[in-house]
């Protein structure tokens, strides 16, 4: 067992002066930091960090563990995971903004952006916009060609077979979740500002929402010392690793880094609390669902809404429940995990990150969201109901281990 270092802090972004937190917001943060630790011991994670913001207020930041199994130095706000396809939601909010600035059109075909790239016949190469890649709307098969990224070859080297894909369904048609074909976006993105990728995000989001830590690339990772390792799991528990460069040559996709206190900022940004940076148009077509997702929500919280479905948008995942919409984005690369989820409606942000490959959102992020969007009564009564079939399922394993 890992010991553990646990740091907690009350904290204000954004020059906003410090407000106490009400009632409520205190037991849904408590509540929550006790949900994160419980799962953070209990699943032996090394490191990993949770913050909570509700609109331009940062409520808590909490730390748990170290940056790197079995050395001393423990995980702080400021210290930086990569992001893997969280990295989706600052590709979306970039495009969009181009767009919006008229340096870009959406509506265009991909090939007119990225040099080089030929599909399978012409009608493809001209249905195949810009907004359909963003929106994960493509209708190829899902996950294209990610073994060979994974076999670390480089999208020049694989743009060749691109022209081999025939859709799955009518361009536009159909969610078809890809990395590899999201990643061409970063040439997009690139030859309508003129600028590098990474410091086109810079100039538009990090050094204007302050997100001091935040970068893009390997290199970055590296050259920073407050960094969380990647962990594998052994014989002998959590190990730390060298981060791969794999997916880190699809930015757009999975190219960014960031400290819980960088992504509380830029929830703040997604809540309205930044319109000189985030104009309330960008978060307007940013909250637009694109495409359904088939696979109904599944967490308890959902169960008690009429309506409930799931939709990707433009680089962020949505679930429309009743009149209302959660905006959220998880990844999972070469040992990190990260998740952050924002709702307009009830002002509440989350982030979770960790150094290892192990899911704690579907729990920790379930009970906050149990929290903030259910009815008290129906959240109990699902909870106990919950507790009720842990014990049944408890007592049947027993008797079998008898």
Request: charged share 20%; hydrophobic share 40%; proline share 6%.
């Given at each position: 067992?890992?010991?553990?270092?646990?740091?907690?802090?009350?904290?204000?972004?954004?020059?906003?002066p410090l407000?106490a937190?009400?009632a409520?917001?205190?037991?849904?943060?408590?509540?929550?930091?006790?949900?994160?630790?419980?799962q953070?011991?209990?699943?032996?994670?090394?490191?990993?960090?949770?913050?909570?913001?509700?609109?331009?207020?940062?409520?808590?930041?909490?730390?748990?563990?170290v940056?790197?199994?079995?050395?001393?130095?423990a995980?702080?706000?400021?210290t930086v995971?990569?992001?893997?396809?969280?990295?989706?939601?600052?590709?979306?909010?970039?495009?969009?903004?181009?767009?919006?600035?008229?340096?870009?059109?959406l509506?265009?075909?991909?090939?007119?952006y990225v040099?080089?790239?030929?599909?399978r016949t012409?009608?493809?190469e001209?249905?195949?916009?810009?907004?359909?890649?963003?929106?994960?709307?493509?209708?190829?098969?899902?996950?294209?060609?990610?073994?060979?990224?994974?076999?670390?070859?480089?999208?020049?080297?694989?743009?060749?077979?691109?022209?081999e894909l025939?859709?799955v369904?009518?361009?536009?048609?159909?969610?078809?979740?890809?990395?590899?074909?999201?990643?061409?976006?970063t040439?997009?993105?690139?030859?309508?500002?003129?600028?590098?990728?990474?410091?086109?995000?810079?100039?538009?989001?990090?050094?204007?929402?302050?997100?001091?830590?935040?970068?893009v690339?390997?290199?970055?990772?590296?050259?920073?010392?407050?960094?969380?390792?990647?962990?594998?799991?052994?014989?002998?528990?959590?190990?730390?690793?060298?981060?791969?460069?794999?997916?880190?040559?699809?930015?757009?996709?999975?190219?960014?880094?960031?400290?819980?206190?960088?992504?509380?900022?830029?929830?703040?940004?997604?809540l309205?609390?930044?319109p000189?940076?985030?104009?309330?148009?960008?978060?307007?077509?940013l909250q637009?669902?694109?495409?359904?997702?088939?696979?109904?929500?599944?967490?308890?919280?959902w169960?008690?809404f009429?309506?409930?479905?799931?939709?990707?948008?433009?680089?962020w995942?949505?679930v429309?429940?009743?009149?209302?919409?959660?905006?959220?984005?998880?990844?999972?690369v070469?040992?990190?995990?990260?998740?952050?989820?924002?709702?307009?409606?009830?002002?509440?942000?989350?982030?979770l990150?960790?150094?290892?490959e192990?899911?704690?959102?579907?729990?920790v992020?379930?009970?906050?969201?149990?929290?903030?969007?259910?009815?008290?009564?129906?959240?109990?009564?699902?909870?106990?109901?919950?507790?009720?079939?842990?014990?049944?399922?408890?007592?049947?394993?027993?008797r079998?281990?008898?």
């Amino acid at each position: 067992m890992f010991k553990r270092i646990v740091g907690g802090c009350l904290l204000w972004c954004l020059a906003m002066p410090l407000v106490a937190a009400t009632a409520q917001q205190e037991t849904i943060v408590a509540h929550t930091k006790a949900k994160f630790d419980e799962q953070m011991d209990k699943l032996n994670i090394p490191g990993g960090a949770l913050a909570i913001v509700w609109r331009d207020q940062l409520l808590a930041i909490h730390t748990v563990g170290v940056r790197q199994a079995g050395q001393p130095d423990a995980v702080n706000a400021d210290t930086v995971f990569r992001l893997a396809s969280v990295s989706k939601t600052f590709a979306g909010n970039i495009m969009v903004q181009l767009a919006q600035e008229q340096r870009l059109d959406l509506q265009a075909p991909l090939t007119r952006y990225v040099p080089g790239l030929v599909l399978r016949t012409p009608q493809l190469e001209q249905q195949l916009t810009l907004e359909q890649v963003l929106a994960q709307r493509s209708g190829y098969w899902s996950h294209a060609f990610e073994d060979l990224l994974e076999a670390d070859q480089t999208p020049e080297q694989i743009k060749p077979r691109i022209q081999e894909l025939s859709p799955v369904c009518p361009v536009g048609q159909c969610y078809s979740y890809q990395n590899v074909l999201f990643g061409f976006l970063t040439k997009a993105a690139e030859q309508s500002s003129g600028l590098p990728y990474e410091e086109l995000l810079a100039e538009k989001i990090f050094r204007p929402l302050g997100m001091a830590t935040a970068s893009v690339g390997l290199v970055q990772l590296l050259a920073n010392p407050n960094r969380a390792w990647p962990h594998q799991r052994g014989g002998r528990g959590w190990t730390s690793m060298k981060p791969k460069a794999n997916f880190y040559r699809v930015p757009t996709a999975a190219g960014v880094n960031a400290s819980a206190r960088d992504l509380a900022v830029y929830l703040q940004a997604m809540l309205g609390a930044a319109p000189q940076v985030f104009r309330p148009e960008l978060l307007q077509a940013l909250q637009q669902p694109q495409v359904r997702v088939p696979n109904r929500p599944r967490w308890p919280i959902w169960q008690q809404f009429s309506e409930v479905s799931a939709w990707y948008g433009l680089g962020w995942r949505v679930v429309q429940y009743d009149e209302h919409k959660l905006f959220y984005h998880a990844g999972v690369v070469d040992g990190y995990r990260p998740y952050i989820a924002y709702s307009p409606s009830t002002g509440y942000g989350i982030v979770l990150l960790t150094n290892a490959e192990v899911d704690i959102a579907g729990t920790v992020a379930a009970n906050f969201w149990q929290d903030v969007l259910g009815d008290p009564e129906k959240t109990a009564q699902q909870r106990r109901a919950a507790e009720k079939q842990l014990q049944k399922t408890s007592k049947k394993r027993s008797r079998r281990a008898r």
